[in-house]
């Protein structure tokens, strides 16, 4: 399947930067929750080299309250408009059918849905009716739930089954499929060792002929695979356990990494692929 979202560079891997419009995102929350700093933060990203700025007015945190879509899309769509007339490839991080067409008409042109489309029933028939790229990612329940749902007997497999099935509904549905990403939904009904297991196993995952997003920066699983003698460093000391775990995912197939630290990731990408590739350049 060839890879159609909007036109990104099919020769190295992507950058989502993560724009949380929120007072109690995990990482970021409260950072840019007035609109100029939002649309400030945007700008520094793309700046930095963003491919995609992945606006969100929800924090899906475990336990998050959820936020009546008036309310997000109060808080996203203007800091979605403003970088969008800027010319930067926008997508919305959002559950809600109804942020979803605000955010559309403001000019986003992908939608990040954690629960695949399935939350709201009017998600799926208005991303088919607008044929606009789609991130799909894995989870089950919902974050006030989802923790309580971890339970698999091989996490890689019901993941890959339960991605698929999405797929399943969302072709019925009449989906451009080549405009589809899936994600293994890292820290979304996963315990730290199934979260774990997945990145090892995204081969599997990228198995079913779809580009892969992976978002790992700042999480938890970090914090443990960093931490010792039962430390973990906070979400605002994790970078150098979010580059390795970036670089693992790309390793094992992932195609966009979504993060908070861009200039950095950027960077560490760059070096990655210039390795990895078939000849390094500058002689
Ligand atoms: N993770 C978060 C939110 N949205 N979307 C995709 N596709 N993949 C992810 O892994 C993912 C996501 C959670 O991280 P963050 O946005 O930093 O925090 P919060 O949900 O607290 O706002």
Redo the contacts with the bound molecule.
Sequence with gaps: MSFLWPDLPPERPAVMG?L?V?P??????GRHSDPAAAIAAGRAMAAAGADIL?I?G????PG?RPVPPEEECRRVVPVIAALAAAGHRVSV?TRNAATMAAALEAGAVIV???SALAHDPRALPLVAARGCAV?L?HMRGT?ATMASLAHYDDVVAEVREELAARLAVCRAAGLRMEAIAL?P????AKTRSQNAALLRGLPALAALGYPL???????SLIGALAGTGGEEPPPGARLPGSLAGALFALSRGARIL?V?DVAETVQAVRVWGALAGPEVPGG
Aim: hydrophobic letters at 30%; aromatic letters at 6%; a negative charge.
């Design positions: 993560i949380n929120t109690d995102s995990f990482s970021d929350g992945d969100g929800e924090s899906t945190r998050a991080d990040n849905d954690v991130v990612m974050p994600d939904g890292i820290g979304f997003l992976v978002g790992l920066s700042r999480k979504r908070h």
